[in-house]
Every structure is written in structure tokens, then in C-alpha cells.
């Protein structure tokens, strides 16, 4: 049989072109027999006591520990992340664990309250088996994100991974059985568009989260509000990064290319749009430019390199093709702009100036290594543009002022705003969006009690 993306997921090495894995999708009964899994799975999950589920957590993030190696080198050979940055985030899903572990159990305290003097609490229960659909760019963290406080909620959960990495998808759920967390709490099925709407509708998944683009957010999310299922949505960003004239530009300039270039600009609430203030754009542009050629791309095992290549192919195309259609419309080629000759997926890392609101670069994601910088009169024109976007992922602010920053926050419409720093995610503080970005939370005691049943009981209600 001819193996093609229709039949089967494929996982290919963005710098060799190299196939890695092809694994056929998964069949109806395939799909049916991970759903009676996961149903016994929770049955007996749900019973378990919060303490032991805390250090099962404990379990998962060190058997993390125990194979970062094999992990980061996965994650790296599949979707081209450099290995420096492949390593980190197997530390931080190991921390997620950790912190979970430790923070998480008094979060799913009941809350007693005295109401007209009778006694009610507000308990957390389990939900069910959570259907996850994930992407590739964060292959490992994306899906701990979810699964750490889903897991210890009492919930099950069953993930759908992205084609291309399956490889990776296969080493997690060795780190879960290697935790010894009980068969059908955690699974992965191989699953098409079809299969995922089999699982949507099927009464053993409670609930849906998704991160990925906003079209395959759409679909999913209608489908689950059909069946009547929660879901929660981190879709794609187009972050502003506000620059004011007093900002220190040293720290800005840093925190810009870090923001941007992490994981190839390959990241949901990474900066794309660099909105600057004109009094200090051309400056700023400058530093920019060079801090950003200095940057080194390569082979991402190799441990000099800042960046990859971009991780499929389609992606480097649609890219591209954003890039000529904003310097048709006006943009101006500062730096890179093109697909890099030679084996690999390699695009060069890009800087686009004079960019304005109607041009393909600020009106739509770029997913990979292209910064697009838009000159704003004032503080006040630099918040019109930031909020000029169907997205509403994070922002960026750098200002002295912090005063008028705190007030710029409070009108940003997104769900972060990083002040004098660039925009990153934390167990510690709660991760989502507006608009197309999303809705729902994840991390924090937020994403915690997202997949939770939140039950009143009250006592002598007569």
C-alpha cells in the first residue's frame, strides 16, 4: 500500500528530509479500543486519592529527568528545535510537574461558605477523559501543560498528537509508563480528523482541549459545542511588542530577538509585531537588525546554534509566500527573505520594516523566524496598533514608566501582558487568549479547575 499523509501520520527530519517514522491512522475499532481504555482508566483514576495522583506527578517529572537525552534529541530530530532549547523544555515539563505536585492539591481543597447560616462547599471533582489535540512546536511541554493538572484533578486524558511528531508522542507515553500511571489514564491514539470527531461525539470524552491553528480550533470546537462538550482553545498570536521612547533600549533590543527568534519563530505568544515609538524606531531598528544577524542557525543537534530549521516544509512555503506578499504591498526588506539553498527546511531569519496595518505582515500570523516593525506616533497610537489584530494572545511593553505601562495593560486585549520582559508561560500564572487566540485557561489554579466538575453542596437547604 502507497503510505501517504492521507493514510498515515509521517514524521520527517526538517534537516535531512529524512522519513523518521510513518505510522497508519488509527482505525475505528483502534479508536474504540483506546476509549475503553481510558474509560476503566478513569474509573479507577478517580478514586485514588489526591496525595497519591501529587506523587505520581512527582513520578512522571523524574522519569522526565531520567531520559532528557532521549527526549530532547527526539523533539530536536523531528521538528528541527535546537538541542540547547529541546533540553529546556524537558526541564521546565519536569518543574511543571514539581510544582504541580506541591501547589496543586491545596487548589483542590473544598471551599466551605456559610450561606443564611447553613453550611455549603464548593468541591472540585474529576470530569472525565479529556480529549487533547496537539501541536508540534512544543511537542513534550504543550502536552504536559494540559495532562499534569487534568491528571491530578482525578481526570483521564487521551491525546491526539500532531502527524509529525509522532516519535515523540511515542517517548512520552513511555515517560508515563515508566511513572507507572495506570493503563487508560494517559493515552495516545494515532487518530485522523475523522477519528478525532469519533472521539468528539463519543460519550467517555467529557471534555476537549486544543492548541493549534485557529481554522483546526474552529472545527474541533465547533464539533465539541455540538456534542455539548467544554473546550478550551489556545490557538495562534500575533503579538504586539510595544517599544516606548523611554524604554531602555539595551533590554528591549535583548528581550525583542529572544521573543521573537525561540524555536525558529515558531511560537504561539512569541512577539511579531515590534510596534515602536518614532522617536526612538530608527535606533531601535539598527540594533535590531544586527542583534539578529548575529544569531546562528544550523544543524539543530549541533549545540552552537540558535535556530533550526522551520518544521515542515508546507509551513517554510507559507511563510515565504506572507513575506513577498508584505514587500509587495510596501514592506521593506531589512535582513534575510529568503528559503536558504541546500539540504534542510532553512529559512533565513528576517526582518521586515516599515510595516503597516494592512499588510499581510501585520494582519496575519507569521510562524517562524520574520519580525515585522511598525513605527507608532505616541503611547496612544502604539496601543491602537497593538489592539488592531484579530488575535489577543500576549503583549509586550517597555516603558520606564510604570504607571502609564500598568495603565496600557488594563487596555491591551490579550491575556498576558509582559512588561519589560518578553511574554513566556509559568505553572505559577494563568496562560490563554482572546479573540481568534482562544478562550479557557491553562497553568495556574486556573487551568487546574478548567477540566474540573465544580459541585455546590449544601447542607439543610430547605
Known amino acids: 500500500m502507497t503510505m501517504t499523509p492521507a493514510t498515515h501520520a509521517i514524521s520527517v527530519d526538517p534537516t535531512t528530509g529524512e522519513t523518521l517514522a510513518m505510522m497508519p491512522w488509527a482505525s475505528a475499532d483502534d479508536i474504540e479500543n483506546a476509549l475503553t481504555l481510558a474509560a476503566r482508566g478513569f474509573e479507577e483514576w478517580k478514586r485514588t486519592t489526591v496525595a497519591y495522583r501529587a506523587q505520581k506527578l512527582r513520578d512522571i517529572g523524574q522519569a522526565l529527568r531520567n531520559h532528557t537525552d532521549e527526549m530532547a534529541h527526539s523533539i ?50 474529576p470530569l472525565g477523559t479529556i480529549l487533547a489535540v ?17 491528571l491530578l484533578a482525578g481526570n483521564g486524558y487521551l491525546l491526539k498528537h500532531a502527524p509529525n511528531v509522532i516519535g515523540c508522542a511515542e517517548r512520552i507515553a513511555q515517560i508515563f509508563a515508566d511513572a507507572d500511571i495506570p493503563a487508560g489514564v494517559y493515552g495516545w491514539v494515532n487518530a485522523s480528523n475523522d477519528g478525532v470527531s469519533q472521539m468528539i461525539n463519543d460519550p467517555r470524552i ?20 455540538a456534542a455539548l462538550k467544554k473546550c478550551v482553545l489556545e490557538l495562534g498570536g500575533s503579538d504586539p511588542f510595544i517599544v516606548l521612547n523611554d524604554a531602555d533600549l539595551d533590554l528591549a533590543v535583548k528581550a525583542a530577538v ?27 531598528t539598527e540594533r535590531f537588525v544586527a542583534a539578529a544577524s548575529a544569531l546562528k542557525m544550523g544543524d539543530p543537534l549541533a549545540e552552537e546554534n540558535d ?5 515542515r516544509f508546507d509551513l517554510r512555503d507559507e511563510l515565504h509566500q506572507q513575506v513577498e506578499a508584505s514587500i509587495a504591498e510596501g ?19 528576517t526582518v521586515l520594516g516599515d510595516v503597516t496595518p494592512e499588510m499581510t505582515a501585520f494582519r496575519q500570523e507569521l510562524f517562524g523566524p520574520v519580525a515585522a516593525i511598525t513605527v507608532a506616533k505616541n503611547a496612544e497610537h502604539a496601543l491602537q496598533l497593538a489592539n488592531d489584530s484579530d488575535f489577543g494572545l500576549s503583549a509586550t511593553l517597555f516603558t520606564a514608566r510604570d504607571a502609564l505601562a500598568q495603565e496600557m495593560a488594563s487596555r491591551l486585549e490579550c491575556g498576558g501582558v509582559f512588561i519589560n520582559g518578553y511574554s513566556a508561560s509559568d505553572p505559577r500564572v494563568a496562560f490563554g487568549g482572546v479573540k481568534k487566540s482562544g478562550f479557557g485557561r491553562e497553568l495556574s489554579h486556573f487551568g487546574l479547575h478548567e477540566f474540573c466538575n465544580v459541585q455546590t453542596v449544601w447542607k439543610n437547604r430547605l
Open 76 to 125: 530536536s530530530r523531528e521538528m528541527g528545535k535546537p538541542i540547547r532549547q529541546a533540553r529546556a523544555e524537558v526541564a521546565k515539563s519536569a518543574a511543571l510537574c514539581d510544582w504541580y505536585a506541591e501547589h496543586g492539591p491545596a487548589m483542590l481543597n473544598p471551599e466551605p461558605t456559610l450561606v443564611e447560616n447553613q453550611q455549603a462547599v464548593i468541591a472540585y471533582r
Open 134 to 150: 496537539m501541536p508540534w512546536n512544543f511537542p513534550l511541554w504543550q502536552v504536559l501543560r494540559g495532562a499534569i493538572p487534568i
Open 206 to 225: 467529557a471534555a476537549v482541549t486544543v492548541t493549534g491553528s485557529v481554522r483546526a480550533g474552529a472545527a474541533i470546537g465547533a464539533q465539541a459545542g
Open 258 to 284: 529572544a521573543g521573537r527568534y525561540q524555536n525558529t519563530g515558531q511560537v504561539c505568544a512569541a512577539a511579531k509585531r515590534f510596534i515602536v515609538e518614532e522617536g526612538i524606531a530608527g535606533e531601535f
Open 307 to 311: 535556530l533550526g530549521p522551520m518544521a
Open 331 to 349: 514592506a521593506r526588506l531589512l535582513l534575510g527573505g529568503e528559503k536558504l539553498a541546500g539540504e534542510g527546511n532553512y529559512y533565513a531569519i
